[in-house]
């Protein structure tokens, strides 16, 4: 289980603001690193995302991570997670389209979910409630094991 996930975003504050309505939870500012947020759920599982502005990096150091800014701002990035949310397709929707990002529903196969582009640049995978309860059916071991088999065959 993931309990919480850190991105980079251009405007962390407008970033944290959208999570924290699709997580229907709370955002606070965050300080291990200045201009940073995060978005609590406040579920059962101690779900967040921590957002940090663009150009930090977190390096190893004795004790606490040292956060960096520096000049190196990735446009793109091949992290990506998939979040299972409380609200519907529309309401995502509406929110994404509020900011002008990206959203659309996305067949994976043997399960759907729907890509929210945060600064039309960072991919989440959002799974309604519907959504979540196919992709739980589809990685059940025997599952995952034939599909993964089928693939590979092919």
Not at 33 to 43: C, H, L, N, R, T
Not at 89 to 105: K, S, Y
Not at 116 to 138: G, H, M, S
Request: with cysteine; aromatic share 10%; net charge negative.
């Amino acid at each position: 289980m993931i309990h919480h996930i850190s991105i980079p975003a251009q405007n962390p504050r407008l970033v944290a603001k959208v999570l924290g309505q699709l997580l229907q939870g709370k955002v606070y500012p965050f300080f291990p690193a200045e201009g940073s947020y995060i978005a609590v759920q406040f579920d059962d599982n101690g779900t967040a995302i921590e957002v940090y502005p663009l150009n930090t990096q977190i390096l190893p150091a004795d004790g606490h991570p040292q956060f960096v800014r520096t000049v190196f701002s990735p446009s793109n990035c091949a992290f990506h997670a998939a979040i299972s949310v409380g609200l519907s397709q529309t309401e995502i929707e509406r929110i994404a389209l509020e900011q002008g990002w990206r959203v659309q529903l996305c067949n994976r196969g043997p399960f759907s979910v729907i890509e929210l582009w945060l600064e039309n640049r960072l991919l989440i995978e959002l799974l309604t409630p519907e959504l979540a309860q196919r992709y739980l059916e589809f990685t059940r071991p025997e599952k995952v094991a034939a599909f993964f088999s089928s693939v590979a065959s092919a």
